[in-house]
């Protein structure tokens, strides 16, 4: 439930676009599927449906393939070649949290939306296009990519944010410390390797008076349906 918080009475929310927007790791590891690269490494991959690749218990798609074992760089190359393709944005559609999210972005008491995206070189590009494209007020939602090596927070500590979504616990962790965060509002994609909540997380949570709400990325049926 995102609730209003600030002065102005409005919602200002900061979110994380890969894998709360949109899901990348199902089409990721679909589009893998077959590469003779992968599979002369990891063998045949075997067909998965989206919840499955979701309850991966690593974050990195490389890392959870291999399972905790480092690989070869050219298999590296090969798995990020798929990400960093640049028709690879267009296969991805809003989750179910990010139509709420556009549809949050008509509202009257939504201030503004920025998308906090840690990004690789090769994929700017892409995700401007996929925002622009499925948001219908895309005029109100700021689009920040951020270096791999730059910590969220340089840009969210200066940002008076209700709301904060992302799926990466070290992310969070990032945002709860650095920033004014004391009764925020945190919400959290459940995903294998974000759930149950990291000890240091909870701790946090605690401590600072948060509120972490852990969701579903897939529409579940209604009780009774």
């Avoid at 929310?13 to 927007?21: G, N, R, Y």
């Avoid at 999210?101 to 990004?119: G, N, Q, W, Y």
């Avoid at 799926?167 to 994609?189: F, H, L, Q």
């Amino acid at each position: 439930m995102i609730r209003r918080g600030n002065e102005k009475n409005n919602v200002l929310m900061v979110t994380d676009l890969d894998e709360v927007l949109t899901l990348i790791g199902p089409p990721w590891y679909e589009r893998l599927r077959g590469s003779r690269v992968i599979e002369r490494y990891f063998g045949t991959l075997q067909e998965l449906s989206p919840q499955q690749v979701c309850s991966r218990e690593r974050y990195y798609i490389s890392e959870w393939l291999g399972r905790g074992s480092a690989v070869p760089l050219d298999v590296r190359e090969e798995i990020m070649s798929v990400y960093t393709d640049p028709t690879f944005y267009e296969r991805c559609e809003l989750t179910a949290f990010g139509r709420a999210v556009d549809a949050l972005a008509a509202m009257p008491f939504c201030e503004k939306i920025h998308i906090v995206s840690r990004t690789i070189p090769g994929t700017e590009q892409a995700k401007a296009d996929f925002v622009e494209r499925n948001f219908r007020n895309a005029h109100l939602i700021n689009l920040v990519m951020v270096h791999p090596s730059t910590p969220k927070s340089h840009f969210v500590k200066d940002v008076d944010w209700t709301v904060f979504i992302d799926d990466s616990p070290s992310e969070v962790i990032d945002i709860v410390t650095n920033t004014d965060s004391v009764g925020k509002e945190i919400m959290i994609p459940r995903m294998g390797y974000n759930y149950p909540t990291p000890g240091r997380l909870a701790e946090l949570t605690e401590s600072l008076s948060l509120q972490l709400c852990y969701y579903s990325v897939f529409e579940e049926p209604e009780e009774g349906g």
